[in-house]
């Protein structure tokens, strides 16, 4: 077991697109997942995508927990997943705000736009498949971990960059998402 150094935005692994793995099922993926799972609990993330442990595949590691759920149907908790190779379909226009983070983007929080509504594929450790079809916050942790594969972070999703904040500052001056989404776009 070993804790993994994470990239930081601004590392050029994390505008690349990964790799396809060829075997999900060898034991090097099995080794660096369990690296992953261990990096992200001791850093409290919800989620991790390979590429943001400086290792170029199509990986990611999270869960979702019942905390965060948006209430609507189909947002579902989720035990800690291992995805690979992991494709998104994304199922009617839909989009939503809300907040992220991301441990390569360390001490901020932004308001970013996701599809509401997603099926994602993928194949698991042993080989299974693994198909799901979800919706909020579910659906935008998915998003966000894959879009790691495709390098890209939610900085470059986001549509107001007045709404990306230090997180120290964001707990001094708390806001909530429907008064933001209200404020009108200068020109
Ligand atoms: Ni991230």
């Not at 979800?134 to 894959?146: D, I, N, T």
């Not at 879009?147 to 972070?153: A, K, N, P, S, V």
């Amino acid at each position: 077991m070993a804790l993994l150094k994470l990239a930081h935005m601004g590392n050029p692994l994390l505008r690349e697109p990964a790799a396809a793995v060829d075997d999900p099922t060898a034991p090097w993926v099995r080794r660096l997942v369990r690296d992953m799972i261990e990096t992200m609990q001791d850093a409290n993330g919800t989620g991790l995508a390979a590429p943001q442990v400086h290792q170029p595949w199509r990986i990611v590691v999270f869960f979702v927990s019942s905390e965060r759920l948006s209430g609507l149907t189909g947002d579902v908790a989720q035990d800690l997943t291992v995805l690979v190779n992991p494709r998104i379909e994304l199922l009617g226009d839909e989009r939503v705000f809300g907040w992220e983070g991301c441990l390569s983007v360390p001490g901020m929080r932004g308001v970013v736009p996701r599809h509401l509504h997603i099926r994602y594929r993928a194949t698991g450790l042993e080989g299974e498949p693994i198909e799901r079809e979800v919706v909020g916050f579910h659906a935008r942790v998915v998003q966000h971990e894959c879009d790691h594969l495709d390098g890209l972070l939610y900085p470059q999703r986001m549509v107001d960059l007045r709404h990306l904040f230090f997180l120290e500052e964001l707990e001094r001056h708390p806001v909530d998402l429907a008064t933001l989404l209200k404020e009108t776009r200068p020109r």
